[in-house]
């Protein structure tokens, strides 16, 4: 660090003159007998300050004066002399690019490979400031091409690429070792991957494209992750293996990384590649997982359009969650559904209990209507079929096994009835199938007049009617004044019609547009004069 303007007084006038490239003056200081070798704050002497300013003249000048001044010893240590930071004359000089002030301390016997604090050392400094010239001269001189520096144990090749000097990478790959490791285990090929520098990542062939880091990342798999296209494009027609496992955790594949981040083009080509065992195998986790728990409905969309399955497999062990719409709705509890939410479910994801939970069990409508624009619910007559099938003139149905959840988790959430139940019937759910014991024990008044309305109240059993005439005396359930009669026969013969159409047909298409009726009578025979409920919260408890 230059603290120069701090403390000038620090700095000697001999210094100052080789700064500012003053041959005469320096000489003329010289010669009156003030120090070159004086030193500022920094460790830094008036060749220090020659070498970094660049100016040759001055270099020539001090040098000349220190030959003639002793032995050849004298002059190397006086060449070598190093400032607090370990920086001597030569790698200050090629840090910035001086060729011909670095020539000379060169000739003058400079330690070409002198190492600074830090590890750098002049081909290092050169490398780093992308000095091509400078860095061949220091190779003619005999730098070491294949030391570590820094921390990180990083080649001079690892610095040139990931500075993305492509020129410079030219020289050195003919003098460095191409499979050099850092700390990581990361070679010079990975760190263009990583960086995207694919210049230097085609420089660098006929070396290892899969070469593994520490934790087992690859170089596919690191650029996929940062979305470097053409780097991927690359290692793939260079014999990447799209399908080598790149982590110690879990099995995770350049595809996982590219799903994550939603990076489509290289989603794109990573999906012709990768074996579609990661898509449904026990061992592994499909890529949509990853996609979904980072949010990018982008990859969700283009995985499934590809034909990656919406249910994948279960990764309770791995990621805690059952399926891909679990994860998604886990993310989404307390928002509202996410596009990825609907973007399974349009492709006929598997409905399980803890997804109808996050439908049901709540007074929010907006999971349980995206549901429902995809998904049908099958006849009554349908349900004792084994091997139900889905898909049945263009519409996905639910399965046998759903609708059984469905409605035990409706049965154990009564009290949000007033929110899904109106959803459920108008979507042609059977509404006998509601007709349970604990349903007309815990349905709010209102929510049973609802439902009694799409049956005939006349002839429920009598351990239903048993239930009815408890809450009534008990005042909990206050009947509309027609449930106490026979239904009307026009009741009757809505409900009939209900029953020949099916009720999903009825209730979800133009089917009764195409009757032989008065249009007036649409509304009422698709049930939708009947008043809603309005969910009431029910109040806080009071404190203990």
């Known amino acids: 660090m230059d603290f120069t303007e701090l403390y000038a007084d620090s700095v000697s006038s001999v210094a100052v003159a080789a700064r500012s490239g003053c041959r005469r003056r320096l000489r003329r200081l010289m010669k009156r007998g003030f120090s070159v070798d004086r030193r500022d704050n920094r460790g830094w002497n008036a060749l220090h300050e020659a070498a970094a300013a660049g ?79 400078v860095v061949e001269l220091l190779l003619s001189k005999g730098a070491a091409a294949n030391r570590t520096h820094t921390a990180s144990c990083w080649t001079c090749l690892h610095q040139a690429v990931y500075k993305g000097h492509s020129d410079i990478v030219r020289v050195l790959v003919d003098v460095c070792d191409l499979e050099a490791l850092d700390d990581h285990k990361i070679s010079p090929l990975f760190v263009a991957a990583q960086y995207g520098q694919q210049e230097c990542l085609e420089i660098l062939v006929g070396a290892n494209v899969s070469a593994q880091a520490a934790d087992l990342a690859s170089p596919l798999l690191i650029a996929s992750q940062e979305g470097h296209g053409a780097c991927v494009d690359f290692l793939l027609d260079h014999g990447a293996d799209p399908n080598l496992d790149c982590s110690l955790e ?84 307390n928002e509202p559904c996410s596009e990825s939410v609907g973007l399974l479910v349009t492709a006929g994801a598997r409905l399980g209990e803890e997804d109808w939970i996050h439908a049901i069990a709540t007074d929010k409508t907006d999971l349980l209507t995206l549901i429902l624009e995809h998904r049908w619910i099958p006849r009554q007559e349908t349900l004792t079929r084994d091997g139900f099938v889905q898909n049945r003139n263009g519409k996905t149905f639910l399965t046998q096994q759903e609708l059984r959840e469905l409605l035990c988790v409706a049965l154990n959430q009564v009290r949000f009835a007033a929110c899904w139940l109106p959803l459920l019937l108008n979507a042609g759910l059977e509404p006998s199938l509601l007709l349970q014991p604990q349903m007309l024990q815990r349905a709010d008044s209102e929510v049973l007049n609802y439902l009694l309305e799409f049956v005939n109240w006349s002839i429920l059993s009598p351990p239903l009617k048993h239930i009815l005439d408890q809450r009534r005396a008990a005042k909990t359930w206050e009947p509309r004044p027609h449930l106490d009669s026979i239904p009307l026969l026009s009741h009757l013969c809505r409900m009939q019609v209900r029953s020949v159409l099916g009720p999903d047909q009825l209730m979800r298409t133009d089917v009764v547009q195409q009757l032989p009726v008065p249009s007036p009578l649409h509304v009422f025979l698709r049930f939708r004069d009947i008043p809603q409920a309005i969910y009431t919260p029910s109040p806080p408890s009071p404190p203990l």
């Open 250 to 333: 879990w099995p995770q594949l350049p595809i996982h990384a590219a799903a994550e981040f939603g990076h489509i083009g290289v989603l794109r080509r990573l999906i012709a590649v990768t074996d579609r065992a990661c898509d449904r195998a026990e061992d592994m986790v499909s890529p949509l997982y990853l996609a979904v728990v980072s949010r990018q409905s982008r990859s969700v969309e283009m995985l499934l359009r590809e034909g990656y399955s919406p249910d994948a497999q279960v990764c309770s062990h791995l990621q805690g969650v059952k399926s891909p719409l679990s994860l998604a709705l886990s993310l989404t509890s």
């Open 55 to 133: 100016s040759t003249e001055c270099v020539q000048e001090i040098l000349s004066a220190a030959a003639g001044a002793g032995s050849s010893r004298g002059r190397a240590a006086d060449v070598n002399s190093l400032t607090h930071e370990g920086e001597s004359a030569a790698h200050l000089a090629a840090q910035r690019g001086h060729l011909a002030a670095l020539r000379l301390l060169l000739e003058a016997n400079a330690n070409v490979n002198q190492l600074t604090n830090d590890l750098s050392c002049p081909l290092y400094a050169a490398v780093d400031g992308g000095h091509r010239e």
